[in-house]
Each structure stands twice: as C-alpha cells, then as structure tokens.
C-alpha cells in the first residue's frame, strides 16, 4: 500500500504519464486482491471496506517483532495506519484512472466505503483513534504512533480537527514520557546504538588480530585507528 503513495508522489511531481499506463494494470491486480483476499489472512471487509488482516499469533503490520510465545503486540484485526493507506491508494488509483481517461467509478466507490468505515476509528471522548478496531479481544485504544501515518497522507480520511487533535495528544504524550513514546524511544534509541557500537568495537578487534597473525600489519595499523575512534 505504500507504493501507491509512492507512485502519487512521484507522478506529483513527473507527471510519467508512460510508467503510470504501464504499472495501472499491476496497481489494479493490487486492489483486487485485497478485496478478495489475499494470503495470511488479508482481506477487505465487505461491510465496512476496511482491511482485515492477520489472525491470533501471528503479527503482519511493522510493529511485528515476536517471542517464543507469539507476537509482542498482537494486532490482528483492522490496524490504522493500514486502513489509511488502503484509503489513500483508493483515491490515488481514482486519480490515476482519471489521469489515464479511464474510469474511476469502482475506486471511487471503494474509497467512499472505506472513508465512511474509517469513522469507527475515532473516539470522540479521547480524541484520538483505536489502534485496532475488530481484535480477537474486541477493539484497541492503545495510543500509539501508528495513526500519526493517517494524519500524514495525501488522501488522509481524517477531517482537519481530527487530525489537529491526533497530532497534539502525541506529542503531548510524547513530551511527558508517556510509555511507549518518544521520551523513551530516544532512550531506547541511545541503548541499541551503544550496543551496535560495542558489537562494532569488538568486531574490529577481531579484525585486527587476524590481520596481525597473517602479518598485514599496515592494515592493522588502520583498525587499531577506527576502533580507538569508537
């Protein structure tokens, strides 16, 4: 859903109207499959036109790291941002069709479906959106970052104070340290990076060993010199 977004922006700019005859077919077998449905469990949900994907266990949107016992954070159901990118390629792929003097009814009809399912999404009493509507466990209202994608499209199916008001509770959240948020992200962030680093230093220790031993001393002179840089 992604590149629909991607060839927007780069018709945007290029207007290829050559590669964008090309790909439309490609682009067509996309949307189709997902309202069909497609593999793990993937699939366009006929009464409200959101897209339903992954099943107990098993994690398919990015935030998909796993243990032992499953994924870390289950999300099978109707996540977000995937439902805002569906959107926004539904009304990318209208656009295309009117781009190529082809019809753009279906997309258009689609898009209008979705938009109007979108709406489950947001709670008026919080002022922001579920992060998963329809789970196993019934739905999400985990605040996390993932609805910042639907305020951040071209074809966004939040209206203007939706999207004022999403913006402003995360970074509120985020300034305050709220778990989960940018304050502790950073933290994380700073954590992996030192780790990467002394996996780094330790690697060119190695290197530098082996370099000696086969007597290539001028090269091992250069990684003693990156690994006291750090």
Known sequence: LWFFEALRAYYAVTKDIALL???YPTLE???HSHESGANIHIKMDPQDGLI???????????MNSKSASGGITPRAGKPVEINALWYN???SMADFARALNLSPDHFEKLAEKTRSGF?????????????VLDTPGGDDLSLRPNQILAVSLFHSPLNNDQQKSIVDICLRKARDG?????C?????????RRNCENQLGRRLIRIRHALVRQGCRSVARIAVSVCERG
């Open 89 to 91: 390629a539904l009304c």
């Open 119 to 131: 709406e489950r999404f947001w709670n008026d009493h919080l002022e922001y959106c579920y992060d």
């Open 184 to 192: 502790q992200l950073k933290v994380t962030v700073q954590r992996r």
């Open 21 to 23: 005859e090309k790909i």
């Open 52 to 62: 339903y994907a992954g099943q107990t266990g098993m994690s398919l949107t990015w």
């Open 29 to 31: 077998k996309i949307i």
């Open 178 to 182: 709220h778990p989960g948020s940018g």
